[in-house]
C-alpha cells in the first residue's frame, strides 16, 4: 500500500487497483481558438499546468498504473449533443462550428486532440465523453469494473466542471479518488480554491487532494 500526505487525511492505495484519470487536456480547452477560449475565458492559466500534469504522468507510469485519459467530444453529426449544451450561453462559435482548429469541440477534429505535452501513450485507454462527467454515456464505470479499479487519481480540466463532475460521479459509486492539486486548473482561481474546498470538506466527503510532488514521494518515484 502507497500513503499520501494527502489533505484532510492520509489517502492509501495499491497500485494494481489504482487509475490515474485525466480529464480533457484537449487544445480546445487550452489552446487560443478552442472551444474554452470561445466562451470567454483566458486560457493561459490552463496552459501553465501542462509540465505538471506531464510528470504526474510519468510518475504513475513508471509506477506501472493503469492510465485514463478523457476527451470532451460530440460525433460530428451532432447526434450526442443535447439542444441545451449547444444553445446555451453566448459563445463566440458554438460546439460543431468551424474554427482556426476544425469543428468546436467534435472528435477527430485538431482541436479535439489533447495537447502535445500529455499526449497518450500506446496502451493507454482514450474515453471520449459527450457531457461534463466522465461516466455518463461512456464504457469508464465498465472499463475500471473490469480492472478491479477501487481508487482513482485526478487531474486536468477544467477543476470545477469536468474535474469535480467526473469526482462527484465516482464517489456515488464508491470510489476513493484524489484530486492532485498542482495538475488540475481553472479559468477561475477562485473557483479552484473553492473546488478544492468543497471536496476535502467534513471529512473527505468527495475525496482528498494532494500535491504532485507527494504522490511521487508516496511511490518512491
Ligand atoms: N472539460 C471541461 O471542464 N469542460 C468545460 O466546459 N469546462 C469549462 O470550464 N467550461
Redesign the pocket.
Known amino acids: 500500500m502507497a500513503k499520501v500526505h494527502a489533505k484532510p487525511f492520509d489517502y492509501e492505495f495499491a497500485v494494481p487497483t489504482t487509475a490515474l484519470i485525466v ?2 487536456m484537449q487544445r480546445d ?1 487550452i489552446e487560443p481558438g478552442g ?2 477560449e470561445t ?1 470567454g ?1 483566458n486560457v493561459k492559466l490552463l496552459a501553465a499546468i501542462v509540465p505538471t500534469v506531464k510528470r504526474l504522468l510519468d510518475t504513475c507510469r513508471k509506477a506501472g498504473m493503469t492510465i485514463i485519459h478523457t476527451r ?1 467530444a460530440h460525433r460530428p453529426d451532432l447526434s450526442d449533443l443535447p439542444p441545451a449544451k449547444l444553445k446555451r450561453g453566448n459563445p463566440k462559435l458554438r460546439i460543431g462550428d468551424p474554427s482556426a482548429m476544425g469543428r468546436i469541440l467534435i472528435a477527430g477534429e485538431p482541436g479535439n486532440d489533447i495537447v502535445a505535452g500529455c499526449a497518450p501513450l500506446p496502451g493507454e485507454i482514450v474515453i471520449d465523453k459527450p457531457g ?1 462527467g466522465a461516466f455518463y454515456a461512456t464504457a469508464l464505470g465498465d472499463i475500471l469494473r473490469l480492472r478491479g479499479i477501487t481508487h482513482l487519481l485526478f487531474a ?3 477543476t ?4 469535480q463532475t467526473t469526482m462527484r460521479e465516482a464517489n456515488d459509486r464508491g470510489y476513493d479518488s484524489l484530486l492532485i492539486e498542482d495538475a488540475t486548473e ?2 477561475f482561481p477562485e473557483f479552484k480554491r473553492a473546488a478544492m474546498d468543497m471536496i476535502r470538506a467534513q471529512g473527505a466527503i468527495v475525496g482528498w487532494t494532494a500535491t504532485c510532488d507527494q504522490l511521487a514521494a508516496a511511490l518512491h518515484k
Open positions: 480529464i480533457d480547452f472551444f474554452g466562451l475565458n470532451e461534463k486536468g480540466v477544467t470545477e466542471v469536468c474535474v481553472s479559468y
